[in-house]
């Protein structure tokens, strides 16, 4: 994985060695610690900085491909899991290759198909290609939305990035927010509509978009979304086919020139994972490195609940031994994640998701002291049905997006200087955009029909956020990490299987269950959803309000002048089972909130305007 950026402008000529493009590069130095590259020509200037990861020796980036007295240059950051497929076509077309790499494959691949080449991909990528004959720029996002791109664009000239941060080191790029910014923040945050990126002149390419600028023309355009399409499988087809899709993501995803391991909660996903690796782990003599996360004093704080009604420690353990994996147990205290919350903004450049990002962020870090790559299950809840919000039926029913129905509660946090220019139907007007563009068979039932708009709403919010949350936390720590469940032909197969294949047993991720019963111990596949673990322990509360009561006292401080001051203090004293956002962030998280965007409109010298 890597950091990109890059400028185009064909009016003001480009001086690669201006202190600007350096600062830039040197943002993303946690994305690529391994290398760096510039590219220059008349109209166009590319950075990168690379996590060397397949083909080390090689594989530079910016790199040059010519073909037919034309030149082709790219900056790239993602991994693509059908490269030799691809490869092999290409050199039945007439293609040479001098590295080993995926980075050589998506250049030759756009300059053999232009944007088809898209279709034919799988895997995770934000790309940028230069034609230096057109002078033009094609730039791409990954069906799913596992890698980031973001964007500014003014009359003369495109300026993107890997990341926020490095965006704002340019002059060129304002820091403003507005009245939409606020209504994202408070509202929506710490999740986005898609392609907004909270300053109101920075813009994300949403996943499965490509764009493309030259002198007399600037695009966006879609090139991926999900279609509704009659299921043509049983359902013991539809187990076998999963099966086969599934493990072939994972094994596809363990290529790797450096050390390799996984994510183990002892959860249904994690598990899958892990086991898969570790077979083919020692099919070639190796032992898989396991990784989880654990807080101090965890078993004397925890608190069951009915979303996380057990810990993970007992399930850990019964799948190492299952897998035989060396297994690491990272133990974290609240003074690992208090800093944490900050390393976390100054990587996204976004306010973030309190202490389910810092203490990712912080997991990370030590899982980087043993391997570069790391496996992980995101994804699966999204596209199997394992979250609570789709097999509650009133959650399920209700408009609105299912983790944060609260917008009342939330809407009390609102500066009252401001509500007035909020829209009242700010959330339900970004629903209904969603599900405005839910593709649907024709005499679905009702309850088919809700599913496959549940379905979009999560992958294209809900997943959002927490591919973002992984790509920042780990990137931060110089950790490349794979999602094999968001597999783009995992999703679009998944998309039109029947409910009651998905609530097989009606149980949670039934189908992924069924599919898994010869790979995990009983108790761990039957084992009921437990979301990512949080610290429970009291003295993290104490901490947050330590830090937050100063900012509270400072009555110039410039989150007031979008927060409520007199709501925001009563999280000091009352703490309420009203959660933010999903399940997992509740007081503690809502404070941690606060405290990370107050430190975000400091350090980004956000500035508000209210017109």
């Not at 007399?216 to 879609?222: G, L, T, Y």
Request: overall charge negative.
């Amino acid at each position: 994985m890597c950091g990109i950026a890059g400028i185009i402008d064909y009016k003001t000529k480009i001086n690669p060695q201006n202190d600007i493009y350096h600062e830039m590069l040197h943002s993303m130095t946690h994305r690529g610690p391994d290398d760096e590259g510039v590219f220059s020509e008349d109209g166009c200037l590319l950075l990168h900085k690379r996590l060397a990861v397949v083909d080390p020796s090689l594989s530079s980036q910016p790199m040059t491909y010519k073909k037919d007295g034309k030149a082709y240059t790219i900056v790239y950051n993602g991994e693509l899991y059908n490269t030799e497929d691809i490869r092999r076509e290409l050199i039945k077309l007439g293609y040479s290759f001098r590295t080993k790499g995926d980075t050589e494959v998506v250049l030759g691949a756009y300059i053999a198909y232009g944007e088809k080449c898209l279709d034919i991909f799988n895997g995770i990528f934000a790309f940028a290609i230069w034609n230096s004959s057109e002078k033009s720029l094609f730039f791409a996002r990954d069906a799913m939305g596992v890698k980031p791109f973001f964007y500014y664009k003014n009359e003369n000239e495109l300026i993107f990035a890997s990341t926020v941060p490095t965006l704002l080191c340019h002059p060129h790029v304002p820091h403003t927010i507005n009245a939409t910014s606020v209504s994202e923040i408070l509202l929506l945050g710490p999740g986005r509509t898609p392609g907004n990126a909270i300053f109101s002149e920075i813009h994300e390419l949403p996943a499965g978009f490509f764009g493309k600028i030259s002198k007399d023309s600037f695009k966006i355009q879609r090139y991926f979304s999900l279609a509704d399409k009659p299921h043509p499988h049983s359902f013991e087809e539809t187990i076998e086919h999963i099966s086969y899709l599934v493990r072939d993501a994972i094994l596809r995803q363990t290529v790797s020139d450096v050390p390799l391991g996984t994510f183990l909660s002892g959860g249904l996903d994690s598990s899958i994972i892990s086991a898969v690796t570790a077979q083919s782990f020692r099919e070639k003599g190796k032992t898989l490195d396991t990784f989880s996360v654990t807080y101090k004093n965890q078993a004397r704080y925890f608190k069951a609940s009915h979303f996380q009604p057990d810990s993970d420690e007992k399930y850990i353990e019964i799948m190492a031994k299952h897998i035989q994996s060396n297994h690491h147990e990272v133990v974290l205290d609240t003074d690992d994640i208090i800093p944490a919350l900050y390393h976390v903004i100054d990587e996204k450049g976004l306010p973030a998701m309190a202490d389910v990002d810092s203490s990712l962020l912080a997991f990370c870090k030590k899982i980087r002291e043993k391997v570069t790559v790391a496996l992980s299950g995101e994804c699966a809840d999204e596209i199997f049905g394992g979250y609570p919000w789709y097999r509650d039926k009133d959650i399920r029913d209700a408009a609105g997006f299912p983790w944060a129905q609260n917008t009342q509660y939330r809407m009390e946090f609102v500066n009252p200087a401001l509500q007035g220019k909020i829209p009242s139907d700010y959330v339900a007007n970004r629903y209904a955009e969603a599900l405005s563009d839910t593709s649907l068979l024709p005499d679905l039932s009702p309850t088919e029909k809700r599913m496959r708009e549940m379905f979009r709403l999560n992958i294209d919010h809900f997943m959002q956020t927490l591919l973002f949350r992984k790509d920042s936390c780990s990137m931060h720590a110089s950790l490349e990490v794979r999602v094999p469940f968001c597999d783009r032909r995992i999703c679009e197969y998944m998309y039109s299987v029947p409910w009651e294949y998905k609530n097989y047993l009606g149980r949670e991720k039934g189908l992924l269950r069924h599919a898994a019963k010869d790979l995990l111990p009983h108790d761990v596949l039957w084992r009921k959803k437990s979301p990512y673990p949080k610290t429970h322990n009291p003295e993290y509360l104490s901490a947050l309000r330590e830090l937050f009561a100063p900012i509270l006292k400072d009555r110039d401080n410039p989150l007031w002048d979008i927060v409520n001051i007199k709501k925001a203090e009563t999280l000091l004293t009352e703490e309420t089972s009203q959660p933010w956002y999903g399940q997992l962030m509740t007081t503690p998280q809502t404070i941690a909130y606060f405290i990370q965007t107050e430190y975000w409109l400091r350090k980004f010298s956000v500035v508000l305007r209210r017109q």
